[in-house]
């Protein structure tokens, strides 16, 4: 039976201009259905998770939960104190402005700093928490109008919606100068592969449909999985390098169809041929990208479920674009394109410094392997140190107005950079207990100096839930704030309302957030983990008949993900590397970082594992000795493979300036991680292990596997 994905080819090759218009349809309706129907986002319950999220659950049973809020503080310009009358002359007029604001829900008194040298207002908006974004303009409004009436004061607003809606201006920015970098940058690599620009331009093109398609696409599937804000950012990563990479392993088969034919076949049937081949490898690559960004689905967390629908459905669209509209595009240019730039034979081996490497391998693979082993390995080992933190609001970059405002405020106000909050649920009638064994819990916390002194009670309207508020003066990643945290639930919880029968306690709190998270991150990697090496190994088999192909699919992408996260362990957990990549370093990586990059660097590194396998695969079908299939197959991919892998780089590479520190560390890990797959593993490692292994390589479908290719030569030649 005709492959699939040549039967699509055929009839694109042959009817292009239709292809060309299915294709225009297809993105114009998956965009266009997109911005119809609209994008769910995720709410404030879809973020839960841990003993913090259920303690957030329980407030909110009773009214109590976070709500969004700004505050508004008032000082001085230069030295001195603020006079009294004048701050709180000042802080009624914010006080009287923002009541008046429908999107405010109550507004609290003024409270002055310790040194009587500011005075501040909380503003709490109407709303869940996370919509506070979508209504903070007019809270920044009533405080600018406020700052231009006093010039000689300082008058700044900050809280998680100013911030979040700074931090998302900044984020557009920045993948703005993403795109202007990286669209240049990935057509002059283009240009330097074909040397024409028709046929560099062609990937661009396929790349950038893709990913408007895969926009639309994402909200759709935002109804079943909710998108937590980073969509969109995947969408862009994932799609130009899958895009141009698929598109880029196709045009490279059809050019040299062309030259080994001699401009003998008809462009139609170049296109046939080289979707035998290099259509197969897209496909299988897109169906292993896809199913391992599938397994992000297994964290329970909302931001992981975004991430896996952005990569599912980018990925999706770059090999129906490759499997449809290039064919027909090629039928159009290719022909006309490979004939004016490619003269002579095909050559089977790559580059000289390509057949260098592999003459080397080849001489020496056991000594070869053992030493690629040591090196990837020594590259992994910073991963024996490696801490995990939640990315808090301390590390956004201080060019945010609000930041700085936000500075100010804990500068004055220390007690506000984290809260404990402990949630009791409880009957009605014991609300007199509880809040006793609250206030014994509050008079502990009071004398110990991990916390701020500063406490508060609030009770629900039903008397059931009650909450105690419990300020640090730490950021929620410092250890202080981490040490209060565990002593609470450690220590303090259990011996006062955790000895109430019938009573239900939980912590939550800012602290609590970024503690729970990553090791909800942690509980669930090794289910991922096993999930996504399972992917890989059936994959590998269905694709190629071979378990041992399998079982070295996932060694190699294991050595490679570890390498990779060593290294970023190396640069960003420590500081050596602050000036030179422009960040402040936490000391730690980011909770979600290591769990994208393995799902994410297993999916990609299988583009290049598959496309090199199946070069290897048809020197074996032809009846090529096992030793000389694999040096011919690894020669004549290198330069494709090396051409993707400077695009890859080129497009992760983009995002290390920008300003958010998880965007910087996934950006850089990809980057190095596609660097060392083209040139150390699929150079070194896959031949020296394929050159051990011989004809073992293949176990158990050797013997098919050549009956096969003698199968396929017979109806070539029929045909």
């Given at each position: 039976?005709?492959?699939?994905?040549?039967?699509?080819?055929?009839?694109?090759?042959?009817?292009?201009?239709?292809?060309?218009?299915?294709?225009?349809?297809?993105?114009?309706?998956?965009?266009?259905?997109?911005?119809?129907?609209?994008?769910?986002?995720?709410?404030?319950?879809?973020?839960?998770?841990?003993?913090?999220?259920?303690?957030?659950?329980?407030?909110?049973?009773?009214?109590?939960?976070?709500?969004?809020?700004?505050?508004?503080?008032?000082?001085?310009?230069?030295?001195?104190?603020?006079?009294?009358?004048?701050?709180?002359?000042?802080?009624?007029?914010?006080?009287?402005?923002?009541?008046?604001l429908a999107e405010v829900e109550s507004?609290?008194?003024?409270?002055?700093?310790?040194?009587?040298?500011?005075?501040?207002?909380?503003?709490?908006?109407?709303?869940?928490?996370?919509?506070?974004?979508?209504?903070?303009?007019?809270?920044?409004?009533?405080?600018?109008?406020?700052?231009?009436?006093?010039?000689?004061?300082?008058?700044?607003?900050?809280?998680?919606?100013?911030?979040?809606?700074?931090?998302?201006?900044?984020?557009?920015?920045?993948?703005?100068?993403?795109?202007?970098?990286?669209?240049?940058?990935?057509?002059?690599?283009?240009?330097?592969?074909?040397?024409?620009?028709?046929?560099?331009?062609?990937?661009?093109?396929?790349?950038?449909?893709?990913?408007?398609?895969?926009?639309?696409?994402?909200?759709?599937?935002?109804?079943?999985?909710?998108?937590?804000?980073?969509?969109?950012?995947?969408?862009?990563?994932?799609?130009?390098?899958?895009?141009?990479?698929?598109?880029?392993?196709?045009?490279?088969?059809?050019?040299?169809?062309?030259?080994?034919?001699?401009?003998?076949?008809?462009?139609?049937?170049?296109?046939?041929?080289?979707?035998?081949?290099?259509?197969?490898?897209?496909?299988?690559?897109?169906?292993a990208v896809a199913a391992s960004s599938a397994t992000l689905y297994l964290s329970g967390d909302v931001i992981f479920d975004s991430l896996a629908t952005g990569a599912i459905v980018v990925t999706v669209a770059a090999v129906v674009s490759s499997l449809t509209i290039l064919p027909a595009l090629l039928a159009k240019l290719g022909a006309r394109a490979s004939r004016r730039h490619t003269r002579g034979p095909a050559h089977t081996r790559g580059p000289a410094l390509t057949s260098s490497v592999l003459d080397s391998v080849a001489r020496r693979p056991m000594f070869t392997l053992g030493v690629a082993v040591a090196a990837m390995l020594a590259l992994a080992a910073p991963l024996v140190g490696l801490k995990l933190t939640d990315v808090g609001q301390e590390t956004f970059s201080r060019q945010l107005a609000a930041m700085r405002a936000g500075d100010r405020i804990t500068a004055a106000f220390p007690e506000l950079k984290s809260t404990n909050q402990v949630v009791v649920r409880a009957d009605a009638s014991r609300r007199a207990q509880v809040r006793v064994s609250l206030e014994a819990l509050a008079g502990r916390v009071k004398t110990d100096p991990l916390f701020g002194g500063q406490t508060r009670i609030r009770v629900s309207a039903d008397r059931r839930i009650t909450v105690l508020e419990v300020s640090v003066p730490a950021y929620p990643s410092e250890k202080r704030a981490q040490e209060s945290l565990k002593r609470l639930r450690a220590e303090y919880v259990p011996a006062t309302v955790g000895k109430l029968d019938g009573a239900e306690a939980a912590v939550t709190g800012n602290v609590a957030r970024s503690a729970d998270y990553p090791d909800h991150q942690k509980q669930r990697l090794p289910t991922i983990l096993g999930a996504l090496l399972l992917v890989t190994f059936v994959i590998t088999v269905l694709a190629f008949r071979s378990v041992v192909l399998g079982l070295v699919g996932v060694v190699l992408n294991l050595l490679s993900a570890a390498a990779s996260l060593g290294v970023l362990t190396a640069v960003f957990q420590y500081r050596w590397a602050e000036g030179l990549l422009g960040f402040t370093s936490m000391g730690s990586i980011g909770s979600r970082v290591p769990l994208f990059l393995f799902v994410i660097l297993f999916g990609l590194s299988m583009d290049y594992q598959v496309f090199t396998l199946s070069r290897i695969q048809e020197a074996v079908r032809r009846g090529v000795p096992a030793r000389r299939a694999v040096l011919d197959g690894i020669g004549s991919s290198a330069g494709v493979v090396t051409s993707a892998a400077v695009v890859m780089v080129t497009v992760f590479a983009s995002f290390v300036p920008l300003h958010l520190i998880e965007m910087k560390q996934i950006g850089f890990s990809l980057a190095f991680a596609v660097l060392l797959d083209a040139f150390v593993i699929r150079l070194v490692l896959l031949p020296a292990l394929m050159l051990l292994l011989g004809e073992a390589a293949w176990w158990p479908s050797r013997r098919r596997t050549a009956d096969t290719g003698r199968e396929g030569r017979s109806m070539q030649t029929v045909g």
């Open positions: 039976m005709t492959n699939p994905s040549v039967r699509v080819a055929r009839w694109s090759a042959h009817h292009p201009w239709r292809a060309i218009a299915g294709r225009i349809l297809f993105v114009m309706v998956c965009l266009g259905a997109g911005m119809a129907v609209g994008g769910k986002a995720a709410t404030t319950e879809d973020y839960r998770v841990g003993e913090a999220g259920r303690a957030e659950a329980l407030a909110t049973q009773g009214g109590l939960q976070q709500k969004p809020l700004e505050r508004v503080l008032i000082s001085m310009r230069g030295p001195g104190s603020l006079d009294a009358a004048r701050g709180e002359a000042v802080a009624r007029d914010i006080r009287e402005r923002m009541s008046r507004v609290g008194a003024p409270v002055w700093s310790a040194d009587r040298r500011a005075v501040r207002v909380d503003v709490t908006m109407t709303g869940p928490e996370l919509e506070g974004t979508e209504h903070v303009d007019a809270l920044l409004a009533q405080t600018g109008q406020v700052q231009k009436a006093n010039p000689d004061l300082r008058v700044d607003e900050s809280g998680s919606p100013s911030i979040d809606k700074d931090v998302d201006g900044q984020r557009g920015e920045d993948l703005s100068r993403t795109e202007m970098f990286a669209l240049p940058v990935t057509l002059i690599v283009l240009l330097l592969v074909f040397r024409s620009v028709v046929m560099a331009v062609v990937p661009l093109l396929l790349a950038v449909s893709s990913i408007i398609a895969g926009v639309g696409l994402s909200k759709l599937a935002s109804h079943v999985f909710p998108d937590a804000g980073v969509g969109t950012n995947v969408i862009l990563l994932i799609g130009m390098a899958v895009g141009v990479d698929y598109t880029l392993f196709y045009l490279k088969r059809d050019r040299e169809e062309h030259a080994r034919s001699g401009g003998t076949l008809s462009s139609a049937t170049v296109v046939e041929l080289a979707a035998a081949t290099s259509g197969r490898a897209v496909v299988v690559s897109g169906l």
